[in-house]
Nanobody, 125 residues
Framework: QVQLLQSGGGLVQAGGSLRLSCADS????????MGWFRQAPGKEREFVAR????????NYADSVKGRFTISRDNAQNTLYLQMDTLKPEDTAVYYC??????????????????WGQGTQVTVSS
């Protein structure tokens, strides 16, 4: 069973930074990729970033490219999302996700089989 526990988030002014964390407990399953998604009020959940494990290659949504950084500490089994130069439009509930599926891409919610509980990020203007 894959279990994900998120921490971080909160309220920040535009231009500020936040870091989200996601600790995973996945034994004995292998995780092929981990990602971050977000969902703003009245909108669908959208892809933010993903990292393949253990290779470490990353991919980002155009809206966050150059501002957000996804990383994973394999020794600590913890996923991070460093968010810099935050904008009001980044306001959303952020979810981490893990995939035990070996796939070519990991852009859709259905590519993942486990989710964190979600954490609110609010960026004020």
């Amino acid at each position: 069973q894959v279990q994900l526990l998120q921490s971080g988030g909160g309220l920040v002014q535009a231009g500020g930074s936040l870091r989200l964390s996601c600790a995973d407990s996945t034994r004995p399953f292998r995780i092929y990729a981990m990602g971050w998604f977000r969902q703003a009020p009245g909108k669908e959940r959208e892809f933010v970033a993903r990292i393949r494990t253990p290779a470490g290659d990353t991919n980002y949504a155009d809206s966050v490219k150059g501002r957000f950084t996804i990383s994973r500490d394999n020794a600590q089994n913890t996923l991070y999302l460093q968010m810099d130069t935050l904008k009001p439009e980044d306001t959303a509930v952020y979810y981490c996700a893990a995939s035990v599926y070996n796939r070519a891409t990991y852009y859709k919610s259905s590519d993942y089989n486990a989710w964190g509980q979600g954490t609110q990020v609010t960026v004020s203007s």
